[in-house]
């Protein structure tokens, strides 16, 4: 048994607290929300996640002591504009060598940094993990079987946490590809918002599986100009989420695109979809990525137009279909050249 701190109260955190629960950890839950955590003391759930029930003696706590001293693992679940900021509040309290796991996605839009670097820079003490992979917080809540990927530096690290996590609903894998993994994390909520684009403009099942296919191209093509593996991008944290992601109401990016693509503006759809939108947060970094390594990435790049520069996505559609011929595949030889 292990003792375990969930960073942040969202239904992302509370399923895995959940998972951890039912495995016999002792579990404590912390928000900076009062309100929050009153609710987990009265209900052990929250209202995103009806149903799924915290243990009767789980901790639930806004102190930042409680939370962190004497944890074998904080899992960090807060969104990736607060990691950041709830790194540094945290990061005089974590002992040196204690394990961090972030589960969050996203790439800091300032510095491009992903969310495991913003962690190892804030709290350079600690061990840090990443996990990821195809996982809606209410499938996982609900113990419908998934499989997932846990990422870390050194090997031990990764099977420690895989052993906390794994149970009959939950297949963990582990990797020592952290980039890999974070960047198609991040970037698959980009491609999210332009599958939801189109299904908003009343687009097919043809323009969803071009809009997979393409986008999982563009994440590869800068994750490896980056540094990640070819193969990362072919399993679980990148084709697999990518596809999860752009076929699911779950996904908040998709839903955020559906309305965009019906006609709200950016700042319309968040505040409909009701939950952080990572996908918007992650879009400019990309770009900005895009430039510092020379990649081409047109659908990404057509979602910031519509996103930050009022273009219609009628137009940006056209304008993907209408770009310059290209070869699918460049590498693959000609038997007969022309």
């Known amino acids: 048994m292990a003792k375990v701190c969930i960073i942040g109260g969202g239904s992302w955190g509370i399923a895995l607290a959940a998972l951890l629960g039912k495995n016999g950890h002792e579990l404590t839950v912390w928000s900076a929300h009062e309100a929050k955590i009153r609710m987990l003391r009265e209900k052990h759930e929250i209202d995103m996640l009806p149903g799924v029930k915290l243990p009767q003696d789980a901790v639930f706590t806004t102190d930042d002591r409680e939370a962190v001293e004497g944890k074998d693992l904080l899992v960090m679940t807060v969104a990736s504009s607060y990691t950041r900021e709830i790194s540094r509040r945290l990061a005089g309290l974590v002992a040196a060598g204690q394990k961090i796991l972030n589960v969050a996605k996203g790439i800091e ?155 709200r503006t950016c700042e319309e759809a968040m505040a409909e979809v009701k939950m952080v939108v990572e996908g918007v947060h992650s879009a400019r970094a990309a770009m900005e990525l895009a430039k510092k390594y020379n990649v081409q990435l047109p659908i990404i790049e057509q979602v910031n137009q519509i996103l930050f520069e009022g273009k219609s996505a009628e137009q940006a559609v056209k304008e993907l279909m209408l770009r310059d011929k290209k070869i699918e595949v460049p590498a693959f030889p000609w038997s007969e050249e022309a």
């Open 109 to 263: 839009e300032h510095t491009t940094m992903t969310l495991s670097e913003i962690i190892e820079q804030e709290i350079p003490q600690a061990d840090v993990a990443v996990m990821s992979g195809p996982s809606h917080a209410e499938e996982v809540g609900q113990g419908i079987p998934t499989t997932i990927v846990v990422g870390a530096r050194n090997r031990t690290t990764a099977e420690y946490i895989q052993n906390l996590f794994m149970n009959e609903s939950f297949r963990v894998y582990i990797s020592p590809d952290v980039l890999g993994m974070e960047l198609g994390g991040a970037l698959k909520n980009v491609v999210a918002l332009a599958a939801g684009i189109a299904d908003g403009l009343g687009y097919g099942d043809n323009t969803k599986a071009a809009l997979i296919t393409r986008g999982i191209t563009e994440i590869a093509r800068l994750g490896t100009a980056m540094g990640g593996r070819f193969e990362t991008f072919c399993g679980l944290t990148g084709i697999g989420d990518l596809i999860v992601t752009c076929a699911s109401m779950h996904s908040r990016n998709r839903r955020a695109g559906i309305l965009i693509g019906q006609g």
